[in-house]
């Protein structure tokens, strides 16, 4: 069953600008996970923010959440054509540490 | 270094032919999972262990058959594959407590059943 919602499904910036990518999802959660994947390669984790969290840094990535209207962003500030991936947004709900993940996005970053 | 090996990278099987893909973890980890990835549906949840000898369904378990007679190892057994299990498939492990840790992915294995 899909909890998280990303949104856009692709976004094309150009290097140095920033990133903004949308998580929402439909039940109460525990904490919220962003994973970035680069082609066909494993998923690496980025950050993770608390249910009672709001804002959270790490780097260059800026994660918040909304717990009322269910929804986190993630921002990128300025993106190098590294960060060229497919982003997901996953929730752990639960007590056996499940994580459901959204389908994704895929950002690319122009040089 | 602390890492989740699956084994093998790519696999191309016939149906009906029983396969075993391996997942190692060497972080003392209890929490293990397994999960595949399609387009268009994302990753799914196949199965899960909490802890040695103990299993239970993710939200896709037909078909597939797990084990995890020890902390490191937990295989993901296709014991008749079909052409609609091809597909990319990972496995995961966390801590306990992985609500502060995350997930540590493998480099998963892509199988295509034909």
């Known amino acids: 069953s899909q909890q998280g919602e990303e949104d856009p499904q692709a976004l094309s910036i150009q290097e140095g600008e920033n990133a903004t990518m949308n998580c929402s999802y439909k039940?109460?959660?525990?904490?919220l996970q962003w994973y970035r994947q680069n082609s066909g390669r494993g998923l690496v984790h980025l950050i993770l923010?608390?249910?009672?969290?709001r804002e959270k840094h790490s780097g260059r990535l800026r994660v918040t959440l909304d717990t009322s209207k269910k929804s986190s962003s993630l921002l990128i500030t300025a993106s190098r054509a590294a960060d060229t991936a497919s982003y997901f947004c996953?929730?752990?709900?639960?007590?056996?540490?499940?994580?459901?993940f959204g389908k994704g996005i895929t950002l690319s970053v122009r040089p | 270094e602390a890492q989740v090996t699956q084994n093998p990278r790519y696999l191309i099987t016939v149906t009906g032919k029983k396969l075993t893909v391996t997942c190692s973890q060497n972080?003392?980890?209890?929490?293990m999972s397994w999960y595949r990835q399609d387009p268009g549906l994302g990753l799914r949840q196949i199965y899960y262990?909490?802890?040695?000898?103990?299993?239970d369904k993710g939200d896709v378990p037909e078909g597939y058959k797990v084990s995890r007679k020890e902390k490191r190892n937990f295989p993901l057994i296709l014991e008749s594959p079909s052409p609609n299990q091809t597909s990319l498939y990972f496995c995961?492990?966390?801590?306990?407590?992985?609500?502060?840790?995350?997930?540590?992915f493998g480099s998963g294995t892509r199988l295509t059943v034909v």
């Open positions: 262990s909490m802890n040695v000898e103990v299993t």
């Open positions: 995961a492990s966390s801590p306990r407590t992985s609500w502060r840790y995350g997930y540590t």
């Open positions: 996953a929730t752990d709900a639960g007590a056996n540490s499940k994580l459901t």
């Open positions: 923010i608390r249910s009672n969290e």
């Open positions: 972080m003392n980890h209890e929490y």
């Open positions: 039940t109460s959660i525990n904490n």
